[in-house]
Structures are given as structure tokens and as C-alpha cells.
């Protein structure tokens, strides 16, 4: 606990060494969660501190240069639909685009881009630059400074700041300042551009914005005063990194890890867990043999994540494919010895659905081989991802299976692969608006909260933003329901299941997948994003208009029959041999029969009709947007019935007593985890595990009992 008093006077230092003395909230790390936080924020009008050890490496992708793929790709698209980054950020630097299961239905269809890993963080850089009220403030969060108050939990106060360490960083290992100048010519450090007076002593609490992302790198400890704080550390949180059977202290190759933050968070008492992720070599271009390999070309047209934005998509590069074999898993199996993950180093539990090589050798020894990609890491640059490879071996051994796969037979290795180990926090002790119950003001978003990829955290890091204002601003919550989006989906699982490894979303984690299509977010999202100042009120207009125009389509196919003739036309390959598998083929009796009510069979699609003449009056991606309405529409009015009759019990509010003293006739198992958990609604409760239907039952009827008790006070009152 820290008094006001010493909070101010570590405020008139900061102020004396330039830095602004409050804001009205602080973002911890510059990840893709941290700065879809702050985006969040400065949209709403905030004053707003990004802290992060390298200003430079906004958004840096640690891992695989992309975005997108099944689940994650929705999650992207959902992002863009509400305002968020994401989408343009991969629009603008993408350089290999493909649309994966194209040949399944539209429900698990999900856009996936290479990223060139430098455009991406160059992007990012400059939409920060173009914020009014951000500060970009190179430094390491040492501490949450809080106070406490009889019967109230502790309440953030601000962040007490130091300079980076960078001599933690193992000698000769570079990290990406190193001597690169901040934009604007100055050295890296200096101010970017001339900052505002912070305010005095009498001025309004509301914190004094800056005139655009000013860029500072601290020199000495200092204290930034805020009423909230959002914790997007990543895997920087007491980050161990381990190649072979060394470790060392870090949060990635060549940066710091935050131990100072993590020993504060649990002398806040917070309850925090070990996770472990990593990541694989990254191999010189120039020393693989491209023959043989199998390319994989981009999709044409490119399929694009923004709805907003308007500059074409290309692919600009091939990625390629190549396998493991038999020699490349005898070689991992004769250094399982020198492995931290089977050697007892690392404590904390992987990725189930991305194990590192050696990992999927040992599970899978039935598996003669494993698929590889190699993926560009760049258009400019030399070094190329091996996507399927992650690793933890040393070196020595990495370079020698690696030669064991077709193509790599020479390739040379420009950085090992490593794991890294880290802290999270137990999910349990946020609730839905990614707030940490037991300190006010206080919220999380990304791999601290436990989940893997970039665009969980994306979405993660948006929504704390917008809660974070919306707790600044005294107003409601933004409330993202399981039926409105995948990322509803995402923080329910979050806050009733403590995720036992790193948290991946799946379309199969979404029981209405069908109305939760990449194709149809801006649909959903849209006029949300616009109602919390995310989206201009032209780019809600665009994507009205996208929908007025797919609606006047369908009224047209509505209206429009077949005839004899366009019968005669019907083409044979995608009509009448595709219905002979899927259905029956058109006939004699369907003349007459309208488009819309043609379209609903599964051999029939809007390039068939194309082809029988029809010339549609949309985009091929609004038509294929349309052509999923109405081929599943008995689906999605069932799927619409049965949310509407679900939302009696998901909104159906516990009373705090309950959660305080539940009923004595709940399981024990129910009774703990609800002290633990704290679930708002009926429909959070029973998802929790260990939460039966007799439990949810006996709060039902202790709901209405509540309900009834405060009535009848009411009425006597």
C-alpha cells in the first residue's frame, strides 16, 4: 500500500524527468493485446501509457508470422468488425492469404494471411503514432501501486516504473533497439515530439492527453499515477527461456523478462499458475533447396480480413511444404536425454494442439512423418519459419534433424528454437469484463489470462480497453454474449474454466458456430463498434450498405424463377452430377420453382446459377455471405429460437448472498466453485465444472426466492 502523499511526490519526479505525472489508464506490455488496449482507450478520448521494454517491437510476432486460421481467423474478423486493429494491420502487410476449409461449410471456413513480421510491426508502430492521448514510454512495470480502505479490496493507483535492464539479456544477444532511431529522426529515447505540461496539483483528475503517440525512454524509477491498469505481459511474466538443458531468464530471445512485476503480483495474493510455450529455428532463405518442395500458393482472389479497409490485397510470396521422416525422428529420440521438456527442467504445460517436434514424436510413434511449412518471414528478409518444428533440443541437435528433412539438407540456422516458460494468472479470479475481482481497477488480457495466439490476445486486449473506459467512464460494461461472438465465447470459457495449458479457440468450442461466421461479423459487431466510437460513422455506413445490398440479392432471387429454358442451360458438372451425389437433380417439376428455394440444395450454389445465367448484383464475397443464409436458414431460425429460450437461465443474475452463503443442499463441489469463481449469471454457473443440473436447479429456486424476498420489501416499503 502506498499513501497519496507518496504517490504524488513520486509524480513531481516523473513529471521533472519529462514523463506525463497521470493518466487516466496504463497498458503493460506492447503486444497484440496490449495495443488493441490502448486503441481501445485513446478511441474513447483516454490518456493513455503503453509500458514496454522496446517501443520498437509493437506487435512483434514472437512465433509464426500470421494471423488467421480455423476459430482465429473469425477472431480476427471480429476484431476488425468492431473497430479493432488486427484486420488492417494483416490487410496492409499480409503477403500470402488463403481462405482454409473452403471445401467444408461456411460455418468452419476461416481466412488465414502470411505476414511480412516486420510490415506487421512497422504497421502497428504507425497506427500508434497516429493516436491522440497515447504515450509510448520505454520502461519496465515494477509494481502495482495500490491502497486499501476498511471493507473495500485494494484499489490501483498507478505504476511505479524503472528503466529496462537490458544487461539481464545474455551477452551478444541482440535485442531490436540495439541502434535503431525512433521515428522521427531523434535517437531512440528522445522525445518523438513535444509533449504537453503535466497538470498540476489542482487540476481535474481526467488526465491531460498527449498530442499523439510521444515516445520515452526512462532514465530513472518513477511513479505514473491511473485509475486502471491493463496486465498484457505475455510470456514476459517470470519468462524462463530453455534451449537444451540451459535456462535463463528471459521473455523472449533477446529481451527481459518482468520478475519484478511477477514477484508484486503475488504479494498482491493473486493465484498464479506456469505455462509453457515455444517456438521453432529460423532457417537461412538461401541455404534451402527449393526443388522438390511443394509449393503452396495463395488464393486468388486474395481473401482480405478487413471490411473497412479499402487498398487491394496481394499475395506477394509462396510458402512451401516439405516432411519429417524416419531418420529425423531417430535423430530426436537419441537426444530425448537433453531435452528440458522430458528432462524435468520445465515445469509448466504446453500447447496441446502445437507440441514442440519432439513432443509429437513421443505421443504420436505410430506417425512415419510430420508436415512442414516453410513460411517467409519477410519480403526483405533472409530467414524463413519452419512451421511443425517447434523445439527446445540444442542446438547441435536441432541443426541435425533439420538436415534430415528433404530440402534443409544444408540449411543453416540463424536462431535456435527455444522454449519459454512463464506466469499466468488463474482465470477464476477475473470476471467477464476481464477485470481481477480482488483489485479494483485492475484487468487483464492475453497469455497472462492463460491463452495462446495472437488473436485470442487481440481480442482479449480490445475488450479490457473498452471495460477499462467504460469502469473510467462509469457507465455499463460491453457485454459480448456466447450467441454474439466467438469472442464472447473466449472470456466465458476463460472465467469458468481455469485453463490446465495454454487456452486455443476452436470453431467446435462454439455450440452456434452457423450464426458466428467469419463472413457475417461486421453483421454482428458493427453497430457496436460504432456505439463505443470504435468505427467511424462512414465505415458503419459501408458495412450497411454491404448488408442493404446482399438483402435487395436475395429479394431478387426471391423473385426470380426457373424457366425451361435456364432448365436447358443448367450446367451438368456443378448441377446435375453433384445433385446425383447430394440430392436429387433438377427436373421438369422444378420449373417455376424460385432461386432462393433452389439454392437451398446442397448441389446447387450461386456459381451454378451463374452459370445457368443468373447475373448476381454482388461481390463474390457477399454472395457467398448469402448463399450461406439461405441454404442453412432452417438451422439458423432454430439456432435463434433456441438462444432466445436459453436467455431467461444466461441472464438470470445470482445474487451476492448466494455466492457468499450458498445453498447448504449444493454439492460441495459446487459450493467451492462458486466461492471460487464467482459466476454473475445462472448461465455462467452451470457451465462451470463440477456444476451439476440438481446445482442448477437449487439456485434457480434460490434466485426466485431472492427475487420474491425483494419484492415484498419493496411492496411493504
Known amino acids: 500500500m502506498r499513501s497519496s502523499r507518496g504517490s504524488a511526490l513520486a509524480s513531481e519526479r516523473a513529471n521533472r524527468s519529462g514523463l506525463p505525472r497521470r493518466v487516466d489508464a496504463v497498458v503493460v506490455g506492447g503486444g497484440h493485446a496490449g495495443i488493441e488496449a490502448a486503441w481501445g482507450l485513446c478511441r474513447r478520448g483516454h490518456a493513455v501509457a503503453l509500458v514496454t521494454f522496446d517501443a520498437a517491437a509493437l506487435a512483434r510476432m514472437s512465433c509464426n508470422p500470421s494471423i488467421g486460421g480455423p476459430a482465429k481467423g473469425q477472431l480476427a474478423r471480429e476484431i476488425d468488425a468492431l473497430g479493432g486493429l488486427m484486420g488492417r494491420l494483416i490487410d496492409r502487410a499480409g503477403i500470402h492469404f488463403r481462405m482454409l476449409n473452403r471445401g467444408k461449410g461456411p460455418a468452419v471456413r476461416a481466412p488465414r494471411a502470411q505476414a511480412d513480421r516486420a510490415a506487421y510491426a512497422a504497421e502497428a508502430r504507425a497506427a500508434m503514432d497516429r493516436l491522440s492521448g497515447l504515450w509510448l514510454l520505454e520502461a519496465e512495470a515494477l509494481e502495482i501501486v495500490t491502497e486499501t480502505a476498511p471493507g473495500r479490496p485494494p484499489r490501483v493507483l498507478g505504476v511505479r516504473l524503472g528503466p529496462v535492464d537490458w544487461s539481464r539479456v545474455l551477452p551478444g544477444a541482440a535485442h531490436s533497439m540495439g541502434a535503431t532511431r525512433s521515428p522521427g529522426g531523434g535517437e531512440a529515447g528522445d522525445p518523438v515530439r513535444s ?31 491511473a485509475r486502471a491498469v491493463i496486465l498484457t505481459t505475455g510470456t514476459f511474466l517470470g519468462g524462463k527461456l530453455f534451449t537444451g538443458m540451459e535456462d535463463r531468464s528471459g521473455g523472449r530471445r533477446g529481451e527481459p523478462a518482468a520478475e519484478s512485476l511477477a514477484a508484486c503480483l503475488l504479494r498482491m495474493g493473486l493465484r498464479m499458475g506456469r505455462l509453457k510455450t515455444g517456438t521453432p529455428p529460423r532457417l537461412r532463405r538461401d541455404s534451402i533447396d527449393w526443388n522438390g518442395l511443394v509449393p503452396q500458393p495463395g488464393d486468388e482472389p486474395p481473401p482480405r480480413f478487413s471490411f473497412y479497409e479499402t487498398s487491394p490485397v496481394r499475395n506477394r510470396a509462396l510458402c512451401h511444404a516439405t516432411r519429417t521422416n524416419e531418420r529425423t525422428h531417430g535423430v530426436i529420440r537419441g537426444a530425448l536425454d537433453r531435452s528440458p521438456l522430458f528432462g524435468g527442467l520445465i515445469r509448466g504445460v504446453g500447447p496441446r494442439y502445437c507440441p514442440s517436434i519432439e513432443d509429437k514424436v513421443v505421443r504420436f510413434p505410430e506417425r512415419e512423418s510430420h508436415q512442414v511449412f516453410l513460411e517467409p518471414e519477410g519480403l526483405d528478409s533472409d530467414e524463413v519459419y519452419p512451421n511443425g518444428v517447434s523445439t527446445s533440443l540444442p542446438e547441435d541437435v536441432q541443426v541435425r534433424f533439420l538436415h534430415t528433412l528433404r530440402g534443409l539438407e544444408e540449411a543453416v540456422v540463424v536462431h535456435p528454437g527455444y522454449a519459454v516458460e512463464y506466469d499466468f494468472l488463474h482465470t477464476s479470479q477475473l470476471d467477464e469484463a476481464l477485470r481481477v475481482r480482488p483489485v479494483e481497477g485492475l484487468f487483464a488480457a492475453g497469455q497472462i489470462n492463460g491463452t495462446s495466439g495472437y488473436e485470442e490476445a487481440a481480442a482479449q486486449g480490445l475488450i479490457a480497453g473498452l471495460q477499462a473506459s467504460a469502469q473510467l467512464e462509469g457507465i455499463a460494461p460491453l457485454c459480448l454474449r456466447r450467441s454474439d461472438a466467438y469472442i ?21 468450442q462454439s455450440e452456434y458456430r452457423l450464426l458466428l461466421r467469419q463472413d457475417n461479423a461486421d453483421r454482428r459487431l458493427s453497430a457496436l463498434g460504432l456505439s463505443w466510437g470504435l468505427l467511424s460513422p462512414e465505415e458503419h455506413r459501408r458495412a450497411a450498405e454491404r448488408w442493404a445490398s446482399t438483402e435487395t440479392e436475395r429479394g431478387r432471387l426471391r423473385a426470380t424463377r426457373l424457366t425451361r429454358a435456364a432448365l436447358r442451360r443448367w450446367p451438368p458438372a456443378s448441377g446435375q452430377a453433384r445433385a ?25 450454389t450461386m456459381d451454378t446459377l451463374a452459370k445457368a445465367g443468373y447475373r448476381s448484383q454482388v461481390s463474390a464475397s457477399e454472395a457467398a455471405t448469402l448463399e450461406a443464409d439461405i441454404k442453412y436458414a432452417g438451422y439458423i431460425e432454430r439456432l435463434a429460437k433456441e438462444i432466445e429460450e436459453r436467455r431467461a437461465l444466461e441472464e438470470a443474475v445470482i445474487p451476492i448472498e448466494l455466492l457468499d452463503e450458498p445453498p447448504p443442499s449444493l454439492s460441495r463441489e459446487a459450493m467451492d466453485r462458486l466461492r471460487q469463481h464467482r459466476p454473475r449469471t445462472l448461465g455462467q454457473a452451470a457451465r462451470l465444472p463440477g456444476v451439476g443440473p440438481c446445482d442448477v436447479s437449487i439456485l434457480t429456486i434460490g434466485i426466485r426466492r431472492a427475487a420474491a424476498l425483494a419484492l415484498s420489501g419493496r411492496t411493504t416499503g
Open 195 to 225: 509533449e504537453p505540461r503535466a497538470a498540476g496539483d489542482d487540476a481535474p483528475r481526467r488526465a491531460m492527453p498527449s498530442p499523439g503517440a510521444a515516445t520515452r525512454r526512462l532514465r530513472e524509477p518513477a511513479e505514473l499515477e
Open 488 to 508: 464472447g465465447v473466449l472470456i466465458d470459457d476463460l472465467v469458468t474454466k481455469v485453463p490446465e495449458e495454454p487456452y486455443r479457440m476452436f470453431t467446435s
Open 580 to 604: 446425383e451425389q447430394r440430392g436429387a437433380p433438377l427436373a421438369e417439376g422444378d420449373v417455376g420453382r424460385s432461386y432462393e428455394e433452389l439454392l437451398r440444395r446442397p448441389a446447387v
